[in-house]
T-cell receptor, first 115, second 116 residues
Framework: DAGVTQSPTHLIKTRGQQVTLRCSPKSGHDTVSWYQQALGQGPQFIFQYYEEEERQRGNFPDRFSGHQFPNYSSELNVNALLLGDSALYLC??????????????FGSGTQLSVL | AQTVTQSQPEMSVQEAETVTLSCTYDTSENNYYLFWYKQPPSRQMILVIRQEAYKQQNATENRFSVNFQKAAKSFSLKISDSQLGDTAMYFCAFILPTGTASKLTFGTGTRLQVTL
């Protein structure tokens, strides 16, 4: 049973460019969340997708957008990249029951470097 | 807003010894969940242990246990019989069981090094 898979593992972009990161949730999971982990920091919640809709959003600008497909996979898009967007982007999947007691499974992340 | 504080950036422990990682949090809510996650060099976040705030009994998972002090808003992780494979970043995290269940608030982490 495959866990959460993310692609690509590493990515280098220049300022102003756009990037798309991809995530396939663990089999049976229907909810995908994205987190940004800057160097030396804990992950910060970007947003969550459930039933192809953005369900909740953290404190991130509109340059960060996402999508969830009918097969529950998800994409994270970042436009007009800034140097400060350099970070590890983690995807987490779960079976959404909204109780706080669901178990999150994380992928190994995409390391984005913006030059 | 909820905050999580980990005041120990780095810790070191010898193999087979016991180590305790500290975490404090701030919330005005009464019902919530607390977690410890491990992030090895592979970068994947792995759930170590989970505590429900309404349960007074401290959670235990094999060599890992917590000391949950609700009044003090403290949630420390004890690792017994430390193993080389425990070397990793450890993050304390918090979640409210309202709205989205996946919006974890993380601390800044503690880097644990297990030595021979």
């Amino acid at each position: 049973d495959a866990g959460v898979t993310q692609s690509p593992t590493h990515l280098i972009k220049t300022r102003g460019q756009q990037v798309t990161l991809r995530c396939s949730p663990k089999s049976g999971h229907d909810t995908v969340s994205w987190y940004q982990q800057a160097l030396g920091q804990g992950p910060q919640f970007i947003f969550q997708y459930y039933e192809e809709e953005e369900r909740q959003r953290g404190n991130f600008p509109d340059r960060f957008s996402g999508h969830q497909f009918p097969n529950y996979s998800s994409e994270l898009n970042v436009n007009a990249l800034l140097l400060g967007d350099s970070a590890l982007y983690l995807c987490a999947s779960s079976l959404g029951d909204r109780t706080g007691n669901e178990k999150l499974f994380f992928g190994s992340g995409t390391q984005l470097s913006v030059l | 807003a909820q905050t999580v504080t980990q005041s120990q950036p780095e810790m070191s422990v010898q193999e087979a010894e016991t180590v305790t990682l500290s975490c404090t949090y701030d919330t005005s809510e009464n019902n919530y969940y607390l977690f410890w996650y491990k992030q090895p060099p592979s970068r994947q976040m792995i759930l170590v242990i989970r505590q429900e705030a309404y349960k007074q009994q401290n959670a235990t998972e094999n060599r890992f246990s917590v000391n949950f002090q609700k009044a003090a808003k403290s949630f420390s992780l004890k690792i017994s019989d430390s193993q080389l494979g425990d070397t990793a970043m450890y993050f304390c995290a918090f979640i409210l069981p309202t709205g989205t269940a996946s919006k974890l608030t993380f601390g800044t982490g503690t880097r644990l090094q297990v030595t021979l």
